[in-house]
């Protein structure tokens, strides 16, 4: 075992309950509920403590009210005994606030927790295309704040609802001490509300542009680290430096504004009950002076009022973070709402006994499907099984996409790829992509254990298994003279190691699973002659019986093929020998002379 968890393809987290609703028609509040509803329990359990709590604390004024009338002034009453009953409504609301505070953040964690992992399933069931297009920063912004922002609105919305229900409450018992002065007090309520519509037509859009801009930041960030090397290399650190301070200023432009609105309208959304307070004394001490009212009850109104101020202080951060959640909501959506582009028919077959005969008849297929100039056109080719086979052709004339296609990363326009004589589309992918190794051009290595990183696809795999996987790909000697051989970490996306070393790795991945069809995309470009020479031949016994697609360029890798295709102008426009190829086509001797000359040149 090694310090880092070796990864696994099972899920280690359980499911979230519920998800979204996917009606877009509905409000954003709507097509969350049912993340809410599957926490209902400890959330309504916390809810009606906290309401409980309420009723307790509402209880306060009215015994100073009556204390002040009963025992200070008329002297019927022992004050003792109000003060006993003060106290002890006192703890009862302290611990019903405790404990209705503590279920109100596990509820809102569970669905912090919740939103995150339905994001997260979604984006491991995103098609390739999806990845293409979007920025990771982007997708990290989205999983970070904006989770966090709709789930604080989720889970404290109901809770100041609950509580601006005491303001129920307290007018009830205001209208039992005296009908026209509960009136006077609440006179100045309809402003604040009013007030706080305003504020929700004038924030929203800037609530918008500041997520956008966050996410923005993030993306330059996200870039900024994972291409430090190229951004080094051409002493660019300035120039990124001031795209991310352009950034930041952008940011900083929307906080700004933002902060200007929120200074407008609080001070007035929180000090209207205020004025509701002045009311109370001008009025109540009228009333007192002519003789309509006791002293007990202005004292009351007095401390409902306050009391009052701080739901409705509340009411005016809802409305704030309301409008942080919709366009958070929103975002979040956004991603939730991109369906995958390739998925499972609904009687997908399984493919198995993988005989290996590929087949890609009249395939048309180009990336975005409204382009107009196809990568491949009325493309054909056969693999029969056990045959291996070169595939030659210019740099960007669509080699990897054939792989691609194969793997079914991407659906074709026209025609079909067939495996066994399945088209790929009516085949489960996940059977399919089992009896089809692919190393791709880029490896990417994980910054686990050189072992975990070859066992990847199959973590109960032997050590004896990983050993010959590393020497079939010629990894072996220079995995053991790593500091601590197998168990050694290698860095971010293996950029411990080098290029040759990582392909090495990604080769010995992909030759521990076994798979029937193996796909070699450029996988030896970064290994030097002497090396690919060395691993040919436990390359060649590898690819005994199973039918093998090598992308290449050098001459010693082709030498590899039974055969060889030469991909041109979105077809295949050769096939045959090396030595048929070198004396019909001219184009295959300019492409291998091409190689050979890069092969040189640095
Ligand atoms: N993900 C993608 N989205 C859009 N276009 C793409 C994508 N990948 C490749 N292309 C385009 O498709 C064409 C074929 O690309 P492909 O990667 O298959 O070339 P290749 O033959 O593998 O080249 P190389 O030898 O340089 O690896 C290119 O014109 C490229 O610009
Ligand atoms: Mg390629």
Not at 63 to 78: E, F, M, P, R, W
Not at 415 to 429: K, T, Y
Not at 497 to 517: V, Y
Request: charged share 20%; net charge negative.
């Amino acid at each position: 075992m090694t310090a880092h968890a070796p990864l696994t393809i099972e899920a280690r987290s359980e499911a979230p309950a519920a998800t979204i609703d996917p009606d877009r028609s509905l409000s954003w509040i709507r097509r969350a509920l049912p993340v809410m509803r599957a926490h209902q329990k400890v959330f309504g359990t916390s809810l009606v403590l906290s309401f409980l709590g309420l009723v307790v604390a509402v209880q306060i004024p009215n015994l100073l009210n009556k204390a002040i009338t009963n025992s200070l002034q008329h002297h019927s009453v022992a004050l003792s005994s109000y003060v006993w009953w003060t106290v002890g409504l006192g703890i009862a609301g302290l611990v019903l606030g405790y404990v209705a505070r503590m279920l109100l953040y596990r509820t809102a964690y569970d669905i912090e927790y919740d939103l995150r992992n339905i994001i997260y399933e979604h984006l491991t069931r995103m098609s390739f295309s999806f990845y293409d297009r979007v920025q990771s920063g982007q997708l990290i912004s989205r999983a970070n704040s904006d989770i966090r922002s709709v789930q604080m609105y989720m889970t404290f919305a109901p809770l100041i609802l609950v509580q601006c229900s005491m303001a129920v409450i307290a007018f009830i018992f205001m209208l039992t001490i005296n009908v026209p002065l509960a009136f006077v007090a609440m006179l100045t309520m309809p402003f604040v509300y009013f007030a706080g519509v305003r504020m929700r037509q004038s924030m929203f859009p800037v609530s918008w542009i500041i997520q956008a801009r966050l996410a923005e930041v993030a993306t330059i960030v996200d870039e900024n680290v994972n291409g430090v090397r190229v951004v080094k290399s051409f002493a660019a650190e300035e120039q990124q430096l001031r795209s991310l301070a352009d950034a930041a200023e952008r940011v900083q432009w929307g906080y700004i504004k933002d902060a200007d609105l929120r200074a407008r309208f609080t001070p007035l959304v929180q000090n209207l009950p205020q004025v509701g307070l002045v009311l109370v004394l001008l009025f109540g001490g009228y009333m007192i002076v002519h003789g309509h009212l006791g002293i007990g009850a202005i004292v009351a109104f007095n401390a409902y009022l306050l009391m009052l101020q701080a739901p409705f202080m509340m009411l005016g951060m809802l409305i704030m973070m309301g409008q942080r959640a919709a366009a958070s909501a929103e975002r979040i959506y956004e991603i939730l709402d991109e369906t995958p582009t390739v998925v499972d028919a609904d009687d997908a077959i399984s493919l198995t006994d993988c005989r290996g005969d590929v087949r890609f008849s009249h395939v048309d297929f180009a990336y975005q499907e409204d382009a107009e100039t196809l990568v491949l056109a009325d493309f054909n080719l056969h693999l029969a099984p056990g045959e291996t086979v070169a595939l030659v052709g210019r740099t960007g004339s669509g080699k990897s996409t054939v792989a691609r296609l194969l793997t079914r990363f991407y659906d074709v326009r026209h025609g079909s790829v067939e495996i066994d004589g399945h088209d790929v589309r009516s085949l489960r992918q996940d059977s399919l992509r089992d009896n089809i190794g692919v190393v791709l051009d880029e490896p990417f290595l994980f910054s686990v254990s050189v072992r975990d990183n070859i066992a990847y696809g199959k973590p109960g795999a032997s050590r004896a298994d990983i050993e010959a996987a590393a020497r079939a790909a010629g990894a072996y000697e220079f995995i053991e003279k790593l500091p601590q051989g197998y168990d050694t970490v290698v860095g971010e996306r293996g950029y411990t190691l080098s290029g040759g070393q990582r392909q090495r790795i990604a080769i010995a991945r992909t030759l521990l699973l076994n798979p029937p069809i193996l796909v070699l995309d450029d996988a030896t470009s970064a290994i030097d002659v002497q090396v690919e020479q060395m691993i040919h031949a436990s390359l060649k016994k590898q690819m005994e019986g199973r039918t093998t697609l090598i992308v290449a360029h050098r001459l010693s890798t082709i030498s590899l093929a039974d055969r060889v295709v030469l991909l041109d102008n979105q077809r295949i426009v050769g096939d045959g020998t090396h030595a048929e190829l070198l004396a019909t086509t001219p184009l295959y001797a300019e492409i291998l002379a091409q190689a050979e000359a890069l092969e040189v040149a640095p």
